[in-house]
Each structure stands twice: as C-alpha cells, then as structure tokens.
C-alpha cells in the first residue's frame, strides 16, 4: 500500500510540477507583451513626430510619389520579413530547440541567415537593374522618374530589414523581445532627423529632400541590422552565415514560407496596391483624366490622395503596433512550443487568452478613432502645405478603415494559431480570395461618393471576414475554441466600450471648446 501510494505521490509531484512550469512559461511570455508594447509605443509616438515633420512638405504630388516608393521596401519588411519569414522560421526553430538543443538551434540560424542573404541579394540586384532599365528607356513624366528615383535609392532597405527580421525572430525564440521592439526606433529617429534637414537646407520642388529621407531610410536600416547581430551575440546566438550544406530544417522553412506570404502579407498588400491605386487614379494639371480601352474618364481621386490615404493608415496602425502586433509576437513562440508538444489544450487556452485581449483592445481603439481620429490627424499632421482640407479627408478615410479595427487584431493571433501547427494552406486559399473581393470592391466603390474612403471599407469588410472565417474553421478543427468565453468577453467589452464613448462624447462637448480657444488646431472643424 505503502509503495502505491508513494508511486501516485510521486506522479502528482510531477504532474503539478509540469503544470506550475506551463503556468510559468505563459505568464513569461505574456508578461513580455508589455515590453514590446512599451518600446512599441515609443517608437509609434517617434513615428507620428516623424510623419508630422515630413508631413509639412504637403499632400502634394511629389510627396506622394516619396510614400508610394517607401511602401515597397516597407512591404517586403511587413510580409516577408516580419511576416513570412518569422512565421516559418519560429515554429522550426522552436521546434529544434525543444528536441535538440541550442547547439544544432545556431547551426540552423546560421545557415537560414546565410541562405536568406543570398536570396536578398540576388532579388535586389535584379531589381535594381530592373529599375534603371526603366528609368533609361521609359522614363515617363516627372512623376514617374522621380518615382524610379527614389525606388532604387531605398531598395537596399529591404535587405537589411529582412536580415533583421531574421535575428528579430530568433531572440524572440530565445524569449529576447527588448531589441526587436526598439529597432523601428532606430528609423524614425533617422527619418526626424532627415527630414528637419530637408526643411531646413533642400526644396521639394528640386527633390532633393526627398532624395535625403530615402538615403536615411537605408542608413537606419543598416544600424539596425548592426544592432540585432549585437543583440544575437549578447543572447549567445552569435552565428556566422553560411549556405552549404543546406540544412533540411532550412528547406522546410522555405517552403513554409512562400504559401505564407500572402496571408500574412493580404492587409499589407492591401494598402500597398491602395497607395498605388490611389497615386495611378489621382487626377493632376498633367493628367487629369483616363483612357482604357478607348473609353476617358476623369481620374476619381483628388491630387495627393495616397499620402491622405498614407496619413489614415498611420493612425488606425498606430495602437495595431503597440498592441495587436506585441501579442502576437509573443505567443506566438508560447504557440509553437505547444504545437511542438503535440499540446493542442494548451494551445488552445493560449489562443482563446490572445484571442480575448485582441478583441478587448481593438474594439475600443477602433470605436475612439473613428469619433477621434480626425482631430488627431488634424492636430498631428497639420502643418506646412498639410491643409485643413487635407486631415478632414485623411480623418473620413480613417473611419472607414476602423470599422475593421477588431479583425486586424485578432487576424494576427489566428494566423499564427495556424502557422504554429505548420498549416499554410488553409490561410492561403482564404486570403487568395480575400485579396480578390478586395481589391473588386476598391475598384468598383472609388467611384462612388466614398472616393478614397473605399480604401479603408473594402480592406475593413474583407477582414471582419477573414477573421471570422478563421475562427470558425479553428473552432471545427479543435471541438472549440472557448466561444462561451469569447462571448462574455464580448459583452463586457461592448458595455466597458459604451462607457468609454460616453466619456469621450462628454468631454467633447465640455472640454474639446474650452481647448479649442486654447489651440484651434484641437477643434476637427478648424
């Protein structure tokens, strides 16, 4: 009796041991969202200061070619390095480390890295020489060669920042998310600077201070890449890149990653073909209409409406970046340890956690930004050739895009619920479709009375959509997901939302006049 009892003694030690451990491990990870979101604020403050004092040069054609090539670089960055590429080499990576310890964890990164470096290089070469070919034998307008300009000078940013995502990916793995989180710091930081330059001793009308803040992109991101091989060093992952031979763990990366691309990558490559859509459909004094298989039309959009839209898009990212993106960062290695474990419970207790805060932020952010948001633009962005008119119109685009403010939370959450147990598929044939109706609806609703405002309510509907299509594909596949918990989430939400409303409607009529004789620039109206 004695040696039964000692035995099931012993297996509850064990038992409460491994649990306590769990616990431990997922309050790690958690508790690490608030210092991503922390550094992640600052850098969003830097960012609106950044996008304030580059603002001041207008909404005006130039500019909008300047945003228009920025979000090139700025895309590969979103979808495939931050995306793509950490989304297929954390859960192999974890899943090495788990198994096999951090000795064979180096050998993988060092040959990943050097296997990422060599496909960067070649794909920036030929674009590069791409874009000079073009330049020299299709120049166009001024427009169009100032836009060719300025791709070839911040290209080179697209390899540093995918290195970086890279060594970003693994110190997260390694439960490092101070660097990672302060790096975008690095760039805004540079970009202030460049364009305090720009005000101070260039024109825009010479291009010369555009030329200056596409130079001090690629010199941010190459302090940033500097940094994180520090930061590798310092958490003992100090590798040197090598190519051969190439580990099977690095092939199974590669072709994880492709199918990935274009569901992590479908909001990014939504406000990359918006932006584009947008500079191609504004009307200018050169262009003011469209011929299309012999039918003109007068272009839909006002000059400058991609940096409007640019303006709106900053906003409804800027709590994305402090929250959305910080718990996903998080647990999304405490997913991957779980799917490596073969834990489907405590994958889906993590899950329904991050699902819950997703939706317990992002509901509110969304609801104060459409009452709010254009008198942010107006009292962050209005300076210079930035006009009244300007913000009013960034502000309405804004509203269309927080409709949707919920479901860009929590799409980054399911995804990597996904990515975690290795499904690509599934994902990609949901955003192979969400990205058509997508880009039919923009098409279509831009000339309607919405304008630009079908920028934001396309990609706004398409992803309430995609979310909800996740979900209940997860909740088939796991029995469930914790909807009962969900929906008690959601009703306190909604009534903790009113509150925050009724507040926020309060002080705008009893405070926002008392401030507005103060600073006129406080009063969305002035």
């Known amino acids: 009796m004695q040696v039964f009892v000692a035995f099931f003694s012993h297996l509850w030690i064990i038992y409460r041991v491994n649990e306590t451990q769990q616990h431990h491990e997922r309050e790690h990870f958690f ?54 590429l950490s989304a297929a080499f954390v859960p192999v990576f974890t899943e090495v480390s788990e198994a096999e310890g951090w000795n064979r964890a180096r050998l993988v990164l060092a040959n990943a890295a050097g296997a990422l470096a060599v496909v960067l290089g070649i794909l920036l070469v030929v674009i590069e020489v791409g874009l000079a070919i073009w330049l020299v034998f299709f120049p166009g307008g001024w427009d169009r060669t100032l836009l060719l300009q300025l791709l070839m000078i911040v290209m080179p940013f697209m390899f540093t920042i995918c290195m970086l995502a890279l060594g970003a990916a693994a110190l997260n793995c390694r439960g490092r998310f101070a660097y990672p989180a302060f790096a975008p710091i690095i760039l805004n930081i540079f970009l202030i600077a460049a364009a305090y330059i720009a005000r101070g001793y260039c024109t825009v ?20 890449l500097l940094g994180v091989i520090w930061a590798l060093r310092a958490a003992g992952l100090g590798v040197i890149p090598n190519v051969k031979p190439l580990l099977p763990e690095v092939r199974r990366m590669g072709k994880l990653m492709l199918p990935m691309m274009i569901p992590l990558g479908a909001v990014q490559l939504s406000s990359l073909f918006d932006g584009w859509y947008a500079w191609f459909m504004a009307a200018t004094a050169d262009s003011p209409t469209l011929t299309i298989l012999g039918w003109t039309f007068d272009k839909p959009l006002a000059e400058g409406a991609a940096t409007r839209i640019y303006a709106a898009e900053r906003l ?11 718990i996903a960062t998080v647990v999304f290695p405490l997913f991957s340890r779980y799917a490596a474990r073969n834990d489907t419970q405590g994958l889906r207790e993590a899950t329904n956690r ?12 969304g609801v104060a930004l459409m009452v709010l948001g254009g008198p942010a633009i107006s009292a962050i962005y209005r300076s210079g050739k930035f006009t009244p008119a300007d913000a009013a119109q960034s502000g309405y685009i804004l509203q269309m895009y ?30 192979i479709v969400r990205a058509g109706i997508n880009v039919l609806l923009v098409g279509g609703l831009i000339f309607t009375p919405l304008g630009a405002g079908a920028m934001g309510l396309a990609t706004a509907v398409t992803s309430s959509g995609y979310a909800l299509l996740l979900v209940w594909i997860l909740h088939r596949r796991w029995g469930r997901i914790g909807l009962g918990a969900i929906m008690t ?38």
């Not at 009308?205 to 001090?216: D, E, H, K, R, W």
């Not at 989430?489 to 103060?518: C, D, E, H, N």
């Open 316 to 326: 409804y990212n800027f709590p994305m970046g402090i929250l959305a993106i910080s």
């Open 402 to 431: 927080c409709i949707g403010m919920w479901a860009y939370f929590s799409n980054h959450v399911l995804l990597r619920a996904f990515f975690s147990q290795k499904d690509v598929m599934t994902p990609l044939k949901a955003s």
């Open 489 to 526: 989430s959601l009703l306190r939400i909604a009534i903790a939302t009113g509150a925050m409303l009724g507040a926020i409607l309060a002080g705008w009529k009893y405070v926002v006049p008392l401030l507005g004789r103060i600073s006129p620039r406080l009063d969305g109206s002035n």
């Open 354 to 365: 991050a699902l819950r805060l997703c939706l317990f932020m992002g509901i509110p952010s």
């Open 205 to 224: 009308a010479s291009n010369t201070g555009l030329g200056l803040l596409s130079v001090a992109v690629v010199a941010a991101g190459i302090v940033q």
């Open 31 to 84: 508790r690490s969202a608030k210092v991503v979101a922390i550094l992640t604020m600052l850098s969003r403050i830097l960012g609106l200061i950044r996008d304030r004092a580059i603002f001041a040069f207008g909404a005006n054609r130039a500019m909008s070619t300047f945003w228009t090539a920025f979000r090139i670089p700025n895309t590969f960055r979103r979808m495939f390095g931050e995306g793509a």
